[in-house]
C-alpha cells in the first residue's frame, strides 16, 4: 500500500513562497500521475496542478505563472513551489497519485477526485495579507 507525505505548508504573508513537499513510498511516483490539490473549509477539493506519466503538466489558471509542480523521481518526492502568494491561496494542499494507467501505461488523473487512489493527509497554507 502506496503512502503519500506532505509537508513545508505554513503562514506566510502575501507575496511570499512556500515549497510543499510529497514524500511517496516505492517507486509510485514512476507510474502515476500526481496531482496536488486544495480545499477551503466548506468547499469541494479543487485540483491545484498535476503531472501526467508524459510529464505533461496542468495548472489551475489562478496558479498559472506562480506555481511550479515538479518531481524528484530519484527522491520518489514531489514538489510545488507557490510563489507570490496571495490570501485566496489559502486551504489545505493534498497530494495525490493516480496508479492506474490505462492499457498503454498512460495515467493522466482527471478532475474528479475518485480518479485517484492515492492521498496524503494534507499540509496547511496559511496567507495572510
Known amino acids: 500500500e502506496a503512502q503519500l507525505v506532505e509537508s513545508g505548508g505554513g503562514s506566510v504573508q502575501t507575496g511570499g513562497s512556500l515549497r510543499l513537499s510529497c514524500s511517496a513510498s516505492?517507486?509510485?511516483?514512476?507510474?502515476?500521475?500526481m496531482g496536488w490539490w486544495s480545499q477551503v473549509p466548506g468547499q469541494g477539493m479543487v485540483r491545484v496542478a498535476r503531472?501526467?506519466?508524459?510529464?505533461?503538466?496542468t495548472y489551475l489558471d489562478s496558479v498559472k505563472g506562480r506555481f511550479t509542480i515538479s518531481p524528484d523521481n530519484a527522491k520518489n518526492t514531489m514538489y510545488l513551489q507557490m510563489n507570490s502568494l496571495k490570501p485566496e491561496d489559502t486551504a489545505m494542499y493534498y497530494c495525490a497519485a493516480d496508479s492506474r494507467p490505462d492499457s498503454t501505461g498512460y495515467s493522466g488523473g482527471s478532475l474528479d477526485t475518485s480518479r485517484y487512489n492515492y492521498w496524503g493527509q494534507g499540509t496547511q497554507v496559511t496567507v495572510s495579507s
Open positions: 503531472i501526467d506519466t508524459l510529464n505533461v503538466t
Open positions: 516505492g517507486d509510485i511516483m514512476r507510474t502515476s500521475c
